[in-house]
């Protein structure tokens, strides 16, 4: 009715995934995000081609990630993706939904499964109607017996303009009085 399920069944030691990327453009007037059914994807403020916040590869055969999100098991080390890329976890199982203004995906650890052993993992990705914002939500619970320790990463790859370049004129700085991670690229302008 009113989301496209997109099943990601493990076969042959790997996510079988559509023949192409499943895109999904999830946008207001003044900021937006491309999410494919792995959780690839690139977002952008006011427009999607010449002010790129992360890459987007248009490569429909590898799907490769600019921003990805990584849990990470603090008792044994292991990590993995709650999304279907880059790091999935075989283990698990996983589905990718998309819908009118948003994408949801969902990760099912087998109970019993040697690592994450009933943990289940639902992100869902959206833009505000009116801010120029990309919201993550991520929802962990936890059907297995024990209690777990995560560590939560999220990695973006920088463009803040046109195209990714080698090397980065991207700027990092810390604001401490207001716990903010800032950055900017000199050549982008106004931007």
Do not use: K
Not at 6 to 34: C, K, T, Y
Not at 103 to 123: I, K, T, W
Not at 140 to 146: E, F, I, K, M
């Amino acid at each position: 009715g009113s989301e496209y399920h997109i099943p990601l069944p493990w076969r042959d030691g790997r996510l079988r995934r559509p023949p192409m990327p499943w895109i999904n453009v999830i946008a207001n007037e003044r900021f937006g995000l491309l999410v494919s059914e792995s959780g690839a994807g690139c977002t952008w403020s006011r427009n999607s081609q010449a002010h790129r916040l992360t890459p987007w590869y248009n490569d429909p055969v590898s799907d490769p990630h600019g921003e990805a999100l990584y849990i990470r098991d603090e008792s044994d080390g292991r990590f993995w993706s709650p999304l279907p890329g880059p790091a999935p976890d075989a283990d698990s199982t996983y589905e990718a939904r998309h819908g009118f203004g948003y994408s949801s995906f969902l990760c099912m650890g087998r109970v019993g499964a040697a690592h994450l052993n009933g943990l289940d993992q639902e992100v869902t990705l959206f833009v505000p109607p009116e801010d120029p914002l990309r919201i993550l939500r991520l929802r962990l619970t936890n059907q297995g017996p024990a209690t777990r320790h995560l560590t939560l990463v999220s990695f973006q790859r920088l463009v803040l303009g046109f195209l990714p370049q080698q090397p980065s004129p991207i700027q990092t700085s810390y604001d401490p009085d207001r716990d903010l991670l800032l950055a900017r690229n000199p050549q982008a302008g106004e931007f």
